[in-house]
């Protein structure tokens, strides 16, 4: 399995909070990717990473923020949540070594905005 | 933009029936082709791959061919088990921007297997 932990793995919180989600990988890939997922839609891309300091957005990234300082360590950031923000995030992870663009994920983060 | 149709559900069938769950694509470049499975409470696993036109992936008895004309990867099993019961969801990675922005997936199908 590769080496990806997402943190926290459940989290219940109140709308108009901050909320920080974290992947940790122990790879060394390059690329890395936050998703959603919700019934009726699959997963969505919200904003990716393609080395230390480089980013960019995806399909939903509406009241998303990312920042990732460090190879291994990619942070999700929810600035102020909402309940249209209750879902499952994965985290993703891709050397593109091979040119296939395979992705590996975490086991998910599943966060409840009340 | 790129996109993926897969029929979306539940599928049920009984066990060691044959399976095939449709998988049709949109893309501007010469994408790559997958499909993924996620079963209850965990994330998603690659089940298989295609690379390039004609190309069959396969796997745990799982198997699709990457079918260019018809823009389609179906997946297929000739003998389900009750195992099977999950989440499986086809993608797509265009390569023709260097395939960075990740993967763009179809909504999954839940697939029953009933004893």
């Known amino acids: 399995d590769a080496g990806i932990t997402q943190s926290p793995r459940h989290k219940v919180t109140e709308t108009g909070t901050p909320v920080t989600l974290r992947c940790h990988q122990t790879?060394?890939?390059?690329?890395m990717y936050w998703y959603r997922q919700d019934p009726g839609h699959g997963l969505r891309l919200i904003h990716y990473?393609?080395?230390?300091?480089?980013?960019d957005k995806g399909e939903v990234s509406d009241g998303y923020s990312v920042s990732r300082s460090k190879t291994e360590d990619f942070l999700l950031t929810l600035e102020s949540a909402t309940s249209s923000q209750t879902s499952v995030y994965f985290c993703?992870?891709?050397?593109?070594?091979?040119?296939?663009?395979?992705?590996?994920f975490g086991e998910g983060s599943r966060l409840t905005v009340l | 933009g790129d996109s993926v149709t897969q029929m979306e559900g539940p599928v049920t069938l009984s066990e060691e029936a044959f399976l095939t769950i449709n998988c049709t694509y949109t893309?501007?470049?010469?994408?790559?082709l997958f499909w993924y499975v996620q079963y209850p409470g965990e994330g998603l696993q690659l089940l298989l791959k295609?690379?390039?036109?004609?190309d069959k992936g396969s796997n745990k008895g799982f198997e699709a061919t990457y079918r260019k004309e018809t823009t389609s990867f179906h997946l297929e099993k000739g003998s389900v088990q009750v195992s099977d019961s999950a989440v499986y969801f086809c993608a797509l990675s265009d390569q023709s921007g260097g395939g960075a922005d990740g993967l763009t997936f179809g909504k999954g199908t839940h697939l029953i297997i009933q004893p």
């Open positions: 295609a690379t390039k036109a004609d």
């Open positions: 990473s393609y080395g230390v300091k480089d980013t």
């Open positions: 790879e060394n890939h390059r690329y």
């Open positions: 893309a501007t470049g010469y994408p790559s």
């Open positions: 993703a992870i891709s050397g593109q070594g091979q040119g296939t663009g395979e992705l590996f």
